[in-house]
């Protein structure tokens, strides 16, 4: 009899077999570069699979060849991945940088167009604004809040809407939580569709893969830097993207030649984190419903930006019934005063601290203005609400009577004259 057993049962055994490593409980870390053939001819097999020169016959599996191409603790990892967001397949990266920039140079040529949502991740929109460009790749960005008929207008502004390949949203954004909405990316895909396919990538790292599922609603493939909840300590930099079979083998193509696939023992830690991957972020979500609801009625706090307090009256909220099952573990709030402020809150916290990253089991406090997001353009920092005052904040599994002392003791020193 077949039970639908959930992703966070599956994570200590999916697509391991025990007998194949000597009965060993785990995995073990295939620390190899290269794999024994049996025969010339089953070597041959396995390259005509891994170069497409015939199809797979019925039950066949690729073979393991070389650990760029393939490796045990990658391949089962990215089966385990897949369960969560539902999806086909997945490949795995040594960042998310790769994951992202892969992702761009495969589905875009010199000449087309890619829309993207702003503000997406530094790390991104560096390589969107100042790579993409050298090779002839035209870019055109909208916010979220902007209308559906907007965004159409924009894309026909830019001359080369003939030409739209990808579309490319992060949400909800970094720093703010402001939601891109999914369906909507879906129908103007829809509307400037012609002979050519439109991608719709969607960077999920800040509510994924519990949280949120882009796959279901509208995107081709979804990317993560593993980096964050997935790995969840804060020990390793990985990427993911997950999409269908035909989506992922154009990935993993450019992979094998680009030569940035995860090392087997990088692939190793992330199925170890995986195992824990639901209990940890549910705590670090109720985490940080407790955290944003104390902040919003902290008499030194302006304003806190948190997708659990949002409410009906919301414009967005429609966005977040829809397309998030969760509201994340991500916190950022305006501290009454501006810079000066906002850093001696920083400087004042004993439990939580002050770094960048996100996702790990430590809670985590920055500054977007001077740190993560140093290089958005000024002139863009009021309409994403950058402003000197907001700080923002990862929330880990500490106990949540601890961390609500320390940002109310932080908060304290804060407003406090010197
Ligand atoms: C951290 C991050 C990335 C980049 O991932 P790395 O693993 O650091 O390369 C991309 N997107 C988002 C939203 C991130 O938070």
Redesign the pocket.
């Known amino acids: 009899m077949k039970h639908p057993f959930k992703p966070e049962s599956l994570m200590m055994s999916h697509g391991y077999k025990p007998a194949l490593s000597q009965g060993a409980i785990k995995c073990p870390i295939f620390q190899t570069s290269t794999f024994v053939f049996e025969t010339a001819e089953e070597g041959k097999a396995f390259f005509e699979l891994a170069y497409g020169k015939r199809e797979k016959e019925e039950g066949e599996e690729q073979g393991l060849i070389y650990s760029r191409i393939n490796n045990p603790d990658l391949e089962i990892l990215e089966d385990r991945l897949c369960l969560w967001d539902g999806a086909e397949q997945c490949a795995v990266f040594e960042?998310?940088?790769?994951a992202?920039s892969t992702v761009l140079l495969e589905f875009l040529s010199p000449g087309d167009l890619l829309l993207y949502s702003r503000p997406v991740?530094g790390?991104?929109d560096h390589f969107i604004h100042h790579f993409l460009p050298k090779i002839g790749v035209h870019i055109v960005g909208f916010t979220a809040g902007q209308s559906q008929e907007d965004i159409i207008k924009a894309v026909d502004a830019t001359g080369n809407a003939d030409k739209l390949r990808m579309i490319y949203a992060?949400t909800p954004a970094?720093p703010t939580n402001t939601l891109i909405d999914l369906q909507m990316c879906r129908r103007v895909a829809d509307h400037f569709q012609g002979d050519e396919k439109i991608t719709i990538a969607v960077?999920n790292?800040?509510m994924g893969p519990l949280w949120q599922h882009p796959l279901k609603h509208g995107a081709d493939l979804v990317l993560y830097?593993?980096?964050?909840y997935i790995g969840g300590h804060s020990d390793v930099?990985?990427?993911a993207v997950l999409g269908d079979a035909e989506h992922i083998l154009r990935v993993k193509t450019l992979r094998t030649f680009l030569g940035n696939m995860t090392g087997p023992w990088t692939a190793w830690l992330l199925m170890r984190s995986l195992e824990t991957l639901k209990v940890r972020m549910e705590q670090q979500q109720a985490n940080a419903q407790r955290v944003a609801e104390h902040l919003s009625k902290h008499p030194s706090v302006k304003r806190v930006k948190y997708l659990g307090l949002l409410t009906p009256d919301d414009a967005e909220y429609p966005i977040y019934k829809q397309q998030c099952e969760g509201s994340g573990a991500m916190v950022s709030f305006d501290i009454q005063g501006g810079e000066k402020e906002a850093f001696k809150f920083l400087n004042s916290l004993k439990l939580i601290k002050l770094a960048v990253?996100?996702g790990g089991t430590e809670s985590l406090g920055e500054h977007p203005k001077t740190m993560t997001h140093a290089g958005v353009a000024d002139e863009h920092l009021a309409e994403l609400h950058i402003t000197d005052s907001l700080v923002r904040l990862s929330i880990g599994v500490e106990n949540i009577d601890d961390l609500i002392w320390d940002i109310d003791q932080a908060l304290q020193a804060a407003l406090t004259q010197q």
């Open positions: 960042s998310g940088m790769s992202i991740y790390g991104t992060e970094n960077d790292t800040y830097s593993a980096t964050k930099v990985a990427g990253s996100l």
